[in-house]
């Protein structure tokens, strides 16, 4: 059974800085394609980077582009959203998500697999 788990997210001042580990688990992720999501408060939950674990392959939503880098360490088979000069905008609950297929996308509806969110908050 597949369990992605995340952690790292907190509260932090505008301009500070954050990392995200996902923990992925269950089968071997060579092949996957692992994202970042997220959802702010009373809206809908949005793409925020995406990248191809075997070829590192990364795509970002406009939003973060230039502030959020997103990797993996293959030794200790984690995927990480570093995330820098953090603004109030970007206060969501923090999700990872998995799919089987090598497409880089952005729908949510195409990952199939689904951590259980991590809380960032960013005081103005």
């Known amino acids: 059974q597949v369990q992605l788990v995340e952690s790292g997210g907190g509260l932090v001042q505008a301009g500070g800085s954050l990392r995200l580990s996902c923990a992925p688990s269950?089968?071997?992720?060579?092949?996957?394609?692992m994202g970042w999501f997220r959802q702010p408060p009373g809206k809908e939950r949005e793409f925020v980077a995406a990248i191809r674990w075997g070829g590192g392959d990364t795509r970002y939503a406009d939003s973060v582009k230039g502030r959020f880098t997103i990797s993996r360490d293959n030794a200790k088979n984690t995927v990480y959203l570093q995330m820098n000069s953090l603004k109030p905008e970007d206060t969501a609950v923090y999700y990872c998500a998995a799919k089987t297929r090598p497409l880089l996308v952005t729908r949510s509806s195409d990952y199939d697999y689904w951590g259980q969110g991590t809380q960032v908050t960013v005081s103005s």
């Open positions: 269950g089968r071997t992720f060579t092949n996957y394609v």
